[in-house]
């Protein structure tokens, strides 16, 4: 062979190498299909197993039994090779956020902690259809006349009395009343104008949808955008007008009821600050609360 090859050219030296690597790695690769064979057949197997439902298959396989002849039985196919031919593609599977659409209130408690109204908050993973503008002002006004809503406004008005926030409304019974009236006005004009008003407006969906997942910093940082950031009435994301605009609003509607002292332009940003700084504070207590009554208050 030795003797054969050497008078033979380069050239065919050459085309005999390339003939035998060729034939090599042709056996080389029917014999890895051959070893692999079996292991991808029962993979596909398993997969059309899974996919298909057995309610179906059972009563497929009573119709094929209640059709079928004696004769015909012994020429049927197996069961597993008919579901080979039959089964589709595997499919990716849908987000569950995709797949959950709730059309009522979103399963989330209308008050936390019992005093604290809560009626746009919707829960995680939850769907709704955009509210109309009808449905806005609906929002605000159970958000301003429920019973927690008083409730609220006069622990807010006990805390800024305690506090001194507003010295000329004095102290005593007649002082906590100025304190109350003005607490409760402040939290209904910012309802109205960041829940209704505004968005009504500007077409934004005043709702705060909770995050739900994640760490306690991611959650409460999306809690945190959430002042800046919202949802249209179109499903899209934009600039928080509703929220930003409808506190700068009210910010300078309450110079009209503050005492002479409490209003301005200095006075009336550090209220549109306190009432922004109020709402981050509140989304984090609706993003969270969920988990609070689950595991604090064992409710489901």
Known sequence: MTRWS?????????????????????????????????ALAWSQTAVADEQIDPAEQTQQSASTGASASPSDAATQPEPQTAVLALAPLPTVPTPVADQKTDNSAGQQTRRMFWVVPNFAAVSAYTKLPPLSR???????????????SFIW????????????????????????????????????????????????????????????????????????????????????????????????????????????????LRKTAENWGAQLESAALNNIIKEFWPDIRRKLFRQK
């Not at 003005?182 to 709702?207: H, M, N, W, Y």
């Not at 600039?239 to 309450?254: I, Q, R």
Request: charged content about 20%; overall charge positive.
């Open 6 to 38: 050497t008078k033979c050219s380069p050239a065919r030296q050459r085309e005999v190498r390339s003939e035998h690597a060729w034939r090599t790695a042709g056996s080389a690769a029917v014999a890895l299909f051959l070893l692999l064979f079996p």
């Open 134 to 148: 009808r449905e806005k002002f609906a929002l605000a006004r159970e958000d301003s006349v429920d019973y927690t």
């Open 153 to 264: 406004a006069g622990i807010l008005a006990g805390q800024s009395m305690a506090l001194n926030s507003y010295p000329e409304l004095h102290h005593g019974i007649a002082g906590y009343g100025r304190y109350y009236w003005r607490a409760f006005a402040d939290q209904a004009s910012g309802a109205f104008f960041t829940e209704a008003i505004v968005p009504a407006l500007t077409r934004e969906d005043p709702r705060y949808y909770t995050r739900g997942y994640g760490g306690f910093f991611r959650r409460t940082g999306y809690a945190l955008s959430q002042v800046v950031l919202t949802r249209t009435d179109s499903g899209g994301t934009t600039f928080n007008f509703s929220e930003v605009g409808g506190n700068a609003l009210e910010a300078g509607l309450s110079n009209l009821y503050y005492p002479p002292q409490e209003r301005g």
